[in-house]
Nanobody, 126 residues
């Protein structure tokens, strides 16, 4: 059974930084692309960042380019999201996800992901 567990959320001031982690188990981690999404209160889930299985390709939403960095450590079965220069409007629950198939590349499309974590709350105060 595939499990994804996010951690690292919390309260941070605007302009601050926070690193999220997502630990995976139950499948060959390095074979699958991983993604980060977020959902703010009253809004739809939106794509943040994605990374290929080997970590050679990354993909970020335009709104976070230059501020967020996605990375992975396949030896630890963990994917990270380093978030800098945080904004209050980025308050949301952040979710990590694992791709449906080995052949799926890093993607911004939620349907490309089969497994999701429970989410971690991030609150950015102004």
């Amino acid at each position: 059974q595939v499990q994804l567990v996010e951690s690292g959320g919390g309260l941070v001031q605007a302009g601050g930084s926070l690193r999220l982690s997502c630990a995976a188990s139950g499948r060959t981690f390095s074979s699958y692309a991983m993604g980060w999404f977020r959902q703010a209160p009253g809004k739809e889930r939106e794509f943040v960042s994605a990374i290929s299985g080997k970590g050679r390709t990354t993909y970020h939403a335009d709104s976070v380019k230059g501020r967020f960095t996605i990375s992975r450590d396949n030896a630890k079965n963990t994917v990270y999201l380093q978030r800098n220069s945080l904004k209050p409007e980025e308050t949301a629950v952040y979710y990590c996800a694992s791709a449906r198939k080995i052949t799926i590349p890093a993607s911004r499309i939620p349907d490309m992901y089969a497994y999701w974590g429970q989410g971690t709350q991030v609150t950015v105060s102004s």
